[in-house]
C-alpha cells in the first residue's frame, strides 16, 4: 500500500526568505511523486512530478524537490518566497500497485510581507 | 484552464436529492479519476475509469455511483444526499494507467442544505 505523510500542516515564512515543505512516502514499488499547488478556491495544479528520472526535479515558478530513497522523503524547497506563493501545497504519491494518486493532508504556506 | 471541464461549478441542494456532476477530460485522456475534498477527511479518491470501464474504486459511498460514456466524459451522481457530503469534488484526467501526471478540473462545489 502506499501513503504520504506532510509533516507540517502549516508554515509560515517572511517573503524573501527559503521555503520548505515536507513530505515523506511508503511504496511497496517504484513510486512516482508529485506536488500539487491549490490556491484559495481554485483547483489544483501541478508544481513538479518525479518518475524515476533525475532525483532533483525542477517545477514551475522557481520549485524544486528532491527524491531521496533512503530517507523516503520528497520535500519541496523554494529558494525565496513570494506573497503569491501563499496556497495549500499537497504532495501526491503513486505506485505501479494501482497507479492511483494517493494525497497528503496538505500544507499551508503562509507567506508574510 | 487545465483542459479538464467541470460542470457545474456551483451546486446548492437540500437533504435527500439527487445530483449529477460532469466532467470532460483533457483531449486524448483515457482516464478519469474522482476526488472528494472536505476540510475534515481531506482530498479522497472515489473511482477511477478508464476508457469506458471502471478500473478502480475508493473510499465511494453505495449512494454515489459513476460511469464513462464513449466520448470518454464522466458524470459522478450523488444520491439521498446528506449535509455530510458538502465537499468540493474533482476530476483529474491522466492519457493512462501508468503515472504520466494528472490535470485536474476546478472542481464543482456541493453544498446540501
Known amino acids: 500500500a502506499q501513503s504520504v505523510t506532510q509533516l507540517d500542516s502549516h508554515v509560515s515564512v517572511s517573503e524573501g526568505t527559503p521555503v520548505l515543505l515536507r513530505c515523506n512516502y511508503s511504496?511497496?514499488?517504484?513510486?512516482?511523486l508529485f506536488w500539487y499547488v491549490q490556491h484559495p478556491n481554485k483547483g489544483l495544479q501541478l508544481l513538479l512530478k518525479?518518475?524515476?528520472?533525475?532525483?532533483l526535479v525542477k517545477g514551475i515558478n522557481g520549485f524544486e524537490a528532491e527524491f531521496k530513497k533512503s530517507e523516503t522523503s520528497f520535500h519541496l524547497t523554494k529558494p525565496s518566497a513570494h506573497m503569491s506563493d501563499a496556497a495549500e501545497y499537497f504532495c501526491v504519491v503513486s505506485d505501479g500497485g494501482s497507479y492511483i494518486p494517493t494525497f497528503g493532508r496538505g500544507t499551508s504556506l503562509i507567506v508574510h510581507p | 484552464d487545465s483542459g479538464v471541464t467541470q460542470t457545474p461549478k456551483h451546486l446548492i441542494t437540500a437533504t435527500g436529492q439527487r445530483v449529477t456532476l460532469r466532467c470532460s477530460p483533457r483531449s486524448g485522456d483515457l482516464s478519469v479519476y474522482w476526488y472528494q475534498q472536505s476540510l475534515d477527511q481531506g482530498l479522497q479518491f472515489l473511482i477511477q475509469?478508464?476508457?469506458?470501464?471502471?478500473?478502480a474504486k475508493g473510499n465511494i459511498l453505495e449512494r454515489f455511483s459513476a460511469q464513462q460514456f464513449p466520448d470518454l466524459h464522466s458524470e459522478l451522481n450523488l444520491s439521498s444526499l446528506e449535509l455530510g457530503d458538502s465537499a468540493l469534488y474533482f476530476c483529474?484526467?491522466?492519457?493512462?494507467?501508468?503515472?504520466?501526471?494528472?490535470?485536474f478540473g476546478s472542481g464543482t462545489r456541493l453544498t446540501v442544505v
Open positions: 518525479y518518475t524515476s528520472a533525475a532525483t
Open positions: 475509469y478508464y476508457n469506458g470501464e471502471e478500473r
Open positions: 483529474a484526467s491522466s492519457p493512462g494507467i501508468a503515472n504520466y501526471g494528472y490535470t
Open positions: 511504496s511497496s514499488y517504484s513510486p512516482s
